[in-house]
């Protein structure tokens, strides 16, 4: 799974990608901090079933911390988009390039305003419209690949397949297509699309292909009404205020033993007795966390990886009575699964070989015996059978 980070320049997204991935990247307060994309692991997180099911756990592929789990997500920052990026304005389109490869995307503005699209400082700059513009870039250069092969695409009388063809690298789907045609009100045989036409296509795949939510970063530097206004501008778009600077602040302190802080929490506590200039930061930084529900950045991560891309944690295990794989590890991996997978999706994503001779699967609560069809809910424990091992 990959979430994408972009927004126009001097936003915080590569701000907000340090404080997901605990990666040093260049930050500052200039346009194209970022020339190449930046590529690094965060974490989503749930509560653990070790607590429900009386364990202790032992992880492989994540970390648990006092019943939370903390389970790895691929994060990619690419840089800032101008007007114009799809033309190669800024620092080019090859990162919208790059952002085509991401499951979902979480768009990144200056909530407080204090930055215009180019990434200058200014005062009372509308955000809103660095959201409208970012996905008109993405829909003029997904409309510009499909003119570019509009002659062979009109030779085709399968469309659809055609389409899936030219766009599965970009982890497009046969499915995706057939929903951006109907909600484009677009044929796809004997296609002969202009400009706009294209345009209103690229528009809807993106709806299906490339969800997103909006981070409001710069909260705590907001006017109180900021993100309300910037809600009633954008119906139907999901908007969550974040500060990033504060949640990597805090992720600094943590690791130098300053405080102790666990992502996504509300409060914190000093751990060692500090001068007045920190000790005032911190205090600053505690009043954002308890009046705002947090940083909201690990809400945010969150947000994208469950709602929006509507997965569910599931933990597979070759001992149903000790809920461990075959080397004692309790509750070793929690792995994420899409709503609507089966048992042996499951399979599949643990290895080929399982899948192949899967006979059945276990759940390890009831020891009940599931067919293969079997629609896996959050929190399920599952134990596979199969021929192979």
């Known amino acids: ?18 404080a997901m991935t605990a990666i040093d990247v ?26 429900e099911l009386k364990v202790k756990c032992t992880p492989r ?14 994060v990619i920052d690419v840089a800032g988009l101008v007007p114009g990026a799809h033309l190669g304005k800024g620092m080019g389109n090859q990162f919208l390039g790059d952002l085509m490869s991401a499951d979902a995307i979480i768009q990144v503005v200056d909530l407080s305003g204090k930055t215009d699209m180019g990434g200058a400082k200014v005062d009372g700059s509308d955000p809103s419209i660095e959201v409208e513009m970012v996905q008109s ?5 997904l409309s510009d690949i499909i003119l570019k092969h509009m002659p062979q695409l009109g ?35 004997s296609i002969n ?76 506590k000093m751990l060692k007795e500090l001068p007045q200039e920190q000790k005032s930061a911190l205090e600053y930084m505690h009043r954002y966390t308890s009046g705002h529900n947090g940083t909201g950045v690990q809400e945010l991560l969150n947000h994208a990886v469950f709602r929006i891309l509507k997965n569910i944690v599931v933990y597979p295990v070759e001992d149903e009575t000790h809920y461990s794989d075959h080397s004692g590890n309790i509750l070793p991996d929690a792995i994420l699964m899409r709503q609507g997978s ?22 390890a609560r009831s020891k009940m015996r ?20």
Request: aromatic letters at 8%.
């Open 342 to 363: 089966t048992a042996y999706n499951l399979a599949e994503k643990i290895h080929t070989d399982i899948a192949k001779g899967m006979k059945y699967a276990l759940d």
């Open 370 to 389: 599931l067919q293969k069809e079997y629609v896996l809910r959050d929190r399920d424990v599952i134990k596979i059978v199969s021929t192979s091992r």
């Open 26 to 51: 260049q930050i500052a307060d200039y346009a194209f901090t970022t020339i190449k994309p930046n590529l690094g692991v965060a974490y989503a997180t749930a509560q653990c079933v070790d607590g």
């Open 137 to 141: 870039e993405l829909a003029e250069w």
């Open 61 to 74: 592929n994540s970390m648990c911390i006092n019943g939370t789990r903390r389970i790895p997500i691929n």
């Open 193 to 268: 699309w202009d400009h706009k036409t294209a345009k209103r296509f690229s528009t809807a795949l993106l709806a299906e292909n490339k969800p997103f939510v909006v981070a409001a970063n710069k909260a705590d530097q907001a006017d109180e009404k900021a993100l309300g206004n910037l809600k009633s501008r954008l119906p139907g778009i999901e908007v969550i205020a974040c500060s990033a600077a504060i949640e990597l602040a805090l992720a600094k302190a943590s690791n130098k033993g300053l405080i102790e802080y666990f992502p996504g929490a509300t409060d914190f």
């Open 1 to 18: 799974m990959l979430i994408g980070l972009v927004g126009a320049p001097n936003k915080g997204k590569s701000t907000l990608f340090s």
């Open 155 to 189: 030779r085709r009388s399968d469309g659809e397949a055609a389409f899936f063809e030219l766009l599965s690298g970009f982890r497009v789907t046969l499915d995706q297509i057939q929903k951006a045609s109907s909600r484009s009100f677009l044929s796809l045989s």
